[in-house]
């Protein structure tokens, strides 16, 4: 079993920056391939990136290549997705999942454990 818990959603001004965190606890954290979701209000959530657990290949979605990275500190327990460029179509709560010995990418059937999300507001 692993939890998984979101912070750093908030309320920021287009064109600025926030940085998620994602908390990981239960089993071996550096098994896990990461990834990162997001659902906007009335739309399916789709997927943003993800970091494979063996080499750290990323996956990004196409609109937001360029503008976000995501990263992840096995010593901590931790993934990170830094956002830049903030554009109100980025509003939408954003959820960590996890993948053990996971291929990466975006199918979310594949990812095992999800966190509850966290909140992130981009006003125009």
């Known amino acids: 079993q692993v939890q998984l818990v979101e912070s750093g959603g908030e309320l920021v001004q287009a064109g600025g920056s926030l940085r998620l965190s994602c908390a990981a606890s239960?089993?071996?954290?550096?098994?896990?391939?990461m990834g990162w979701f997001r659902q906007a209000p009335g739309k399916e959530r789709e997927f943003v990136a993800s970091?494979?657990?063996?080499?750290?290949?990323?996956y990004y979605q196409d609109s937001v290549k360029g503008r976000f990275t995501i990263s992840r500190d096995n010593a901590k327990n931790t993934v990170y997705l830094q956002m830049s460029s903030l554009k109100p179509e980025d509003t939408a709560v954003y959820y960590c999942?996890?993948?053990?010995?996971?291929?990466?990418?975006?199918?979310?059937?594949?990812?095992?454990?999800w966190g509850q999300g966290t909140q992130v507001t981009v006003s125009s």
């Open positions: 999942a996890a993948d053990y010995y996971g291929p990466g990418g975006g199918q979310s059937i594949l990812y095992e454990y």
């Open positions: 239960g089993r071996t954290f550096s098994r896990f391939t």
């Open positions: 970091i494979k657990w063996s080499d750290g290949t990323t």
